[in-house]
């Protein structure tokens, strides 16, 4: 060993002593304080911010059936859903929020037309709520495209587009969902169909000779679907436990309103909407389904407007 090696060595033995014989001449109060800047600075976050793994329900189930948790992947796949929309707060209180303000209407529609409550958190996970396009065109709130809209009896135009008009779209993917059920007589299928459509999931179960959803391997988009929406289902009933605390007058509320039947051309809806106490932004949010700041009605069709009803 040379030299300066040696004195190297004997030089960090003299540096490091002094600092320990330092650090035990210190007070007791400037040992504690070095002790908490330490422990702070290993936490990047609030002292008080937690992420606590999710104790994942021993029972769920979509419109009365089962999910069969005791199936490993199964249990996984739900725990991935919970925790996600668990922790994406923003996006659950959302939910929650316009959940107050349409799940009224879409309750209504699916108890008068035999369709389970559940399917009401299949139209939150599909749109939010929201009057939103897909990628693969679409639209409304329960996302329904034009092929099957017009299928099923919507009017679909440049000028009208009953996509976007809640109570009709609802009343459509009622009928969608029971010719779901009666080729499957199955909810949890009934749904899956919704997403990637009957014929899809009737390849697939004949092609993997199951009969289960759950036993079925499906694109990541449907796989995930039921759970998503099952998580919500369980969130939006049990808010508290999931850490989500907020008061009534927090939620978005639906103002009165009533119903305007009319059966001619509206050549501008900008002024036929000054004519009742509103601007035209204010109509089209109540009337989304029309498209355009005109309503074409040749046919003398009769058509039902939402308008304010002031207190």
């Known amino acids: 060993m040379t030299k300066i090696n040696k004195f190297t060595i004997i030089l960090s033995?003299?540096?490091?002593?002094?600092?320990?014989?330092?650090?035990?001449?210190?007070?007791?109060?400037?040992?504690?304080n070095v002790k908490a800047v330490l422990k702070k600075e290993q936490k990047n976050v609030a002292d008080n911010y937690e992420i606590k793994a999710l104790e994942i329900p021993k029972y769920l189930s979509f419109a009365n059936e089962r999910v069969p948790l005791e199936i490993q992947d199964v249990y996984e796949r739900m725990d991935r859903e919970l925790l996600v929309n668990t922790y994406w707060q923003?996006?659950?209180?959302?939910?929650?929020?316009?959940?107050n303000k349409y799940f009224p209407v879409i309750e209504r529609i699916l108890a008068e037309n035999g369709i389970p409550n559940d399917f009401k958190y299949l139209?939150?996970?599909?749109?939010?709520?929201?009057?939103?396009?897909?990628?693969?065109?679409?639209?409304?709130?329960w996302q329904i495209l034009k092929g099957t809209g017009k299928?099923?009896?919507?009017?679909i135009n440049a000028n009208i587009d009953e996509r976007y008009h809640l109570e009709k779209s609802t009343k459509v993917a009622c009928?969608?969902?029971?010719?779901?059920?009666?080729?499957?007589?199955?909810?949890?299928?009934a749904a899956?169909?919704?997403?990637?459509?009957?014929?899809?999931?009737?390849?697939?179960?004949?092609?993997?000779?199951?009969n289960s959803f759950y036993d079925l391997l499906l694109t990541e988009e449907t796989s995930r679907y039921i759970f998503r929406i099952i998580a919500a289902k369980e969130i939006l009933t049990y808010p508290k436990k999931y850490g989500f605390i907020y008061d009534y007058k927090n939620l978005y509320h639906n103002k009165p309103t009533y119903i305007v039947k009319v059966d001619t051309t509206i050549t501008n809806i900008t002024n036929f909407a000054s004519r009742y106490g509103m601007n035209y932004k204010e109509f089209k949010i109540l009337n989304p389904w029309l498209r355009e700041n005109k309503l074409n009605n040749l046919?003398?069709?009769?058509?039902?407007?939402?308008l304010p009803a002031y207190e």
């Open 13 to 32: 033995i003299v540096v490091i002593s002094g600092i320990l014989i330092r650090a035990t001449q210190l007070p007791k109060s400037e040992i504690s």
């Open 151 to 155: 299928e099923f009896g919507l009017e």
């Open 123 to 141: 139209a939150l996970i599909e749109s939010g709520l929201m009057n939103v396009t897909s990628p693969a065109g679409a639209k409304g709130v």
């Open 90 to 99: 923003s996006n659950a209180l959302l939910y929650m929020k316009r959940a």
């Open 299 to 306: 046919t003398r069709k009769k058509y039902e407007i939402k």
């Open 175 to 189: 009928d969608y969902l029971k010719k779901a059920y009666s080729k499957f007589n199955n909810w949890t299928l």
């Open 192 to 210: 899956a169909a919704y997403n990637s459509g009957r014929a899809g999931i009737i390849r697939k179960l004949s092609s993997q000779k199951v």
